[in-house]
């Protein structure tokens, strides 16, 4: 059993800044990669960016200069600073990571938080 749980999502005008973070917890052995997605109205989900476990990252486009991911592997969490924040990232975002898990520790397992409502309006 692993279960990723989500906070620090809200409402917030443009401009402002929101920091969401992702605490994985249960039968862990390691974790891979972690990541954050998000998925508005209308769209599919996509990738708001990815973090290694050796701490190399990658970001959208759309987001890239205004957001920070970040991990401390210790707390098994993973962090999403957000600045600048703009009306078109309004969405659900969730938190995405690759669990190797004590019972089966050759094999990555991809696990999911519940998703966190971000919603930037004036």
């Known amino acids: 059993q692993v279960q990723l749980v989500e906070s620090g999502g809200g409402l917030v005008q443009p401009g402002g800044s929101l920091r969401l973070s992702c605490a994985a917890s249960g039968s862990i052995f390691s974790i891979d990669a972690m990541g954050w997605y998000r998925q508005a109205p209308g769209k599919q989900r996509e990738l708001v960016a990815v973090?290694?476990?050796?701490?190399?990252?990658n970001y959208a486009g759309s987001v890239k200069g205004r957001f920070t991911i970040s991990r401390d592997n210790a707390k098994n969490t993973v962090y999403l600073q957000m600045n600048s924040l703009k009306p078109e990232d309004t969405a659900v975002y969730f938190c995405?990571?690759?669990?190797?898990?004590?019972?089966?520790?050759?094999?990555?397992?991809?696990?999911w938080g519940q998703g966190t409502q971000v919603t930037v309006s004036s």
């Open positions: 973090i290694t476990s050796g701490g190399r990252t």
């Open positions: 995405n990571a690759d669990v190797r898990t004590i019972a089966v520790r050759t094999t990555l397992f991809s696990y």
